[in-house]
């Protein structure tokens, strides 16, 4: 079956720096790979969409200049936290999709990054 | 807005025992799909379904699809310890991306 990464499961950062979380499809190409955000007993949220080769499209509400997206690669993208609050700390879930369009195609999940910003 | 309802958002059962769980919108889907969460980790497909009135079955577990594509339901028999976790259904945009209900999160006691 198909295999996302994430690298590192978890992080502890200090106020005021930056953190980079990776995603990695293992054994496909992902031309779409989506982050969520997930609060303690709450559910996923969608922050972003991340197509191979282009900018991300974020959600209603979340800062694209706090949150940065690359997706350089068609099995790698990378999400950064910069100027990290402890309002930031939350667990980070990217998901990948095969290649096309539409709600049809699977999605893979990761296993999730736990950020703590202290 | 919440676009998906899920019910109960807490369920803890005896092993052995039955239970269904609840996923409900007020506008049609065009596709509905069904993910466990265990804690620390990401979701896993469960399950998807597309035809109104469709029923899957997976082991243990159950899966409808209303007739009229607005609600879907999740059966599980004779429930395991292992069955605990997070259950959460999803509707898929055309963008391609999920919107998450709130999850229904269940506790199997042996």
């Known amino acids: 079956g198909a295999v996302v990464s994430q690298h590192p499961s978890w992080v502890i950062c200090k106020s005021g720096t930056s953190v980079k979380i990776e995603c990695r499809s293992l054994d496909f190409q992902a031309t779409t790979m989506f982050w969520y955000r997930q609060f303690p007993k709450q559910s996923l949220m969608l922050m972003a969409t991340?197509?191979?080769?282009?900018?991300?499209?974020?959600e209603q509400g979340v800062e694209k200049d706090k949150f940065l997206i690359n997706h350089a690669s068609l099995t790698l993208s990378t999400l950064t936290v910069t100027s990290a609050h402890p309002e930031d700390s939350s667990f980070y879930i990217c998901?990948?999709?095969?290649?096309?369009?539409?709600?049809?195609?699977?999605?893979?999940f990761g296993p999730g990054t736990r950020l703590t910003v202290t | 807005t919440q676009l998906l309802e899920q019910s109960p958002q807490f369920l803890s059962i005896q092993e052995g025992e039955n239970l269904t769980v609840y996923c409900n919108s007020s506008s049609v889907f065009s596709s509905l799909q069904w993910y466990r969460q265990e804690p620390g980790e990401g979701p896993v497909l469960l399950v998807t379904?597309?035809?109104?009135?469709e029923v899957k079955k997976l082991k243990r577990l159950t899966f409808q699809f209303g007739d009229a594509r607005k609600d879907s339901s999740l059966h599980i028999t004779a429930a395991q310890p292992g069955d605990t976790g997070l259950y959460l259904c999803?509707?898929?945009?055309?963008?391609?991306?999920?919107?998450f209900g709130k999850g229904t999160k269940l506790s199997v006691k042996p």
């Open positions: 991340s197509n191979e080769g282009s900018k991300a499209t974020y």
């Open positions: 999803a509707k898929g945009r055309s963008q391609g991306n999920l919107i």
């Open positions: 998901s990948a999709r095969v290649g096309g369009r539409g709600w049809a195609l699977e999605q893979y």
């Open positions: 379904v597309v035809t109104g009135g």
